[in-house]
């Protein structure tokens, strides 16, 4: 910002920490919208060797919420970034970006990256532009994870589950949510944690799974 004091181009969500860095999604600045590409920093505060900006990947579809997960082994950075919410406004005049009717922007894709930013962005898993309720498909997704296995849980919020994929994108298994906004894998034993968030509801609810093997 224009005092210093905070950021402020970043994607809210959108930050994964690895092996000493921290990764932001960055908000399309004014003079280059629709530009996808990351901001990092070393969590001791001082620039990387390869510099403060990534190259741009591509363009984005959309502005608003935005998610990042990274495999294990640190070769892999997954993102939910190409879709625009609408802006709920709630009691006391805050906000929150949500889905309400369905007709917002969004690409019903996660894409996949090399961590280090070379080479092209991918599609993971999805069909974009497609929303839809078979393995396939997703139909306004949310939060990404990785467990410690390199397994990859999508939030399909749009159709009330979390889908679970290996890392070579194969479909591996459905757990029903309603309405999941992120989900999170506990590194030692497993347990899946879920936020649920229906809008209508207005009222958020975390869910936990036991573990994967055992749903």
């Not at 609408?86 to 906000?95: G, L, M, P, T, Y």
């Not at 092209?120 to 497609?130: H, I």
């Not at 506990?186 to 869910?207: I, N, T």
């Amino acid at each position: 910002t224009d005092t210093g004091c905070y950021f402020a181009e970043f994607e809210p969500n959108a930050l994964v920490p690895h092996d000493g860095t921290l990764t932001f999604l960055r908000h399309p600045p004014p003079n280059a919208p629709g530009l996808f590409n990351f901001f990092r920093m070393r969590t001791d505060g001082t620039l990387p060797q390869e510099g403060y900006y990534s190259r741009v990947l591509g363009p984005r579809a959309g502005v608003g919420p935005a998610w990042l997960a990274v495999s294990p082994d640190g070769k892999w950075l997954y993102a939910n970034a190409s879709a625009t919410r609408s802006r709920d406004f709630h009691q006391n005049s805050a906000w929150f970006y949500s889905v309400k009717d369905r007709k917002e922007v969004a690409g019903h894709v996660i894409h996949r990256m090399r961590f280090d930013c070379s080479g092209d962005v991918e599609v993971f898993a999805g069909k974009a532009g497609e929303p839809g309720p078979d393995p396939a498909h997703f139909s306004f997704p949310e939060g990404i994870s990785c467990d410690a296995q390199g397994r990859v849980y999508v939030c399909d919020t749009g159709n009330n589950r979390v889908q679970v994929f290996d890392a070579e994108a194969k479909f591996l298994k459905s757990v029903p949510v309603p309405a999941p906004l992120q989900a999170a894998v506990h590194p030692k034993s497993g347990a899946l944690y879920v936020l649920s968030f229906p809008v209508k509801e207005r009222l958020f609810k975390l869910v936990k799974f036991k573990g994967l093997e055992d749903l």
